[in-house]
T-cell receptor, first 112, second 114 residues
């Protein structure tokens, strides 16, 4: 069966450090992978998209890697700030598909 | 604010009642999506419209659920004979013609079925 796995345990990290989240998937052939941020009671907010032929993507303090051999994406927040505290969702789209398939999300808590 | 808007933001209803939610996508966005999210889970795809045509439906969308997008602008999601298991956040998202890969989500409608 298809699975998208994100760590269920919250990541507590000291302000200024780098937070690293993992997204593993099975039985998907994703055309691209996306990361979203979600705050409590709000809809997800798009952060970054990385295509299957791209190894790495950066946007300000965010970095995403995509390894289709390992079937894994890593999401990094460098120089983390308390305002980065949120749940981060990984989402995949298969070729020829319009729907996003999401992982459960991984909560990040940045401690001042 | 020119983002995706959803109404109502919260809905409490009794089991067996019908409810209808509305989504107004970002102007000029031709693709519109509905997702459902329960506590501790990621959003799950329900259905997708391109303009007014409903092109894809998930198996989650039972016959009690119906979605429409008349005229290819706003969309409505109706749930008939609500059940307690329908309690969730219902999210709408839209994509522009030039960037079909990125979905912009609304704030969601939280449904509680008593």
């Amino acid at each position: 069966s298809q699975k998208i796995e994100q760590n269920s345990e919250a990541l507590n990290i000291q302000e200024g450090k780098t937070a690293t989240l993992t997204c593993n998937y099975t039985n998907y052939s994703p055309a691209y992978l996306q990361w979203y941020r979600q705050d409590p009671g709000r809809g997800p907010v798009f952060l970054l998209l990385i295509r299957e032929n791209e190894k790495e993507k950066r946007k300000e303090r965010l970095k995403v890697t995509f390894d289709t051999t390992l079937k894994q994406s890593l999401f990094h927040i460098t120089a983390s700030q308390p305002a980065d505290s949120a749940t981060y969702l990984c989402a995949l789209t298969n070729y020829g598909n319009n729907r996003l398939a999401f992982g459960k999300g991984n909560q990040v808590v940045v401690i001042p | 604010d020119t983002g995706v808007s959803q109404n109502p933001r919260h809905k409490i209803t009794k089991r067996g009642q019908n409810v209808t939610f509305r989504c107004d996508p970002i102007s000029e966005h031709n693709r519109l999506y509905w997702y459902r999210q329960t506590l501790g889970q990621g959003p799950e795809f329900l259905t997708y419209f391109q303009n007014e045509a409903q092109l894809e439906k998930s198996r989650l969308l039972s016959d009690r659920f119906s979605a429409e997008r008349p005229k290819g602008s706003f969309s409505t999601l109706e749930i008939q004979r609500t059940e307690q298991g329908d309690s969730a956040m219902y999210l709408c998202a839209s994509s522009p013609p030039g960037d079909r890969d990125t979905q912009y989500f609304g704030p969601g409608t939280r449904l509680t079925v008593l």
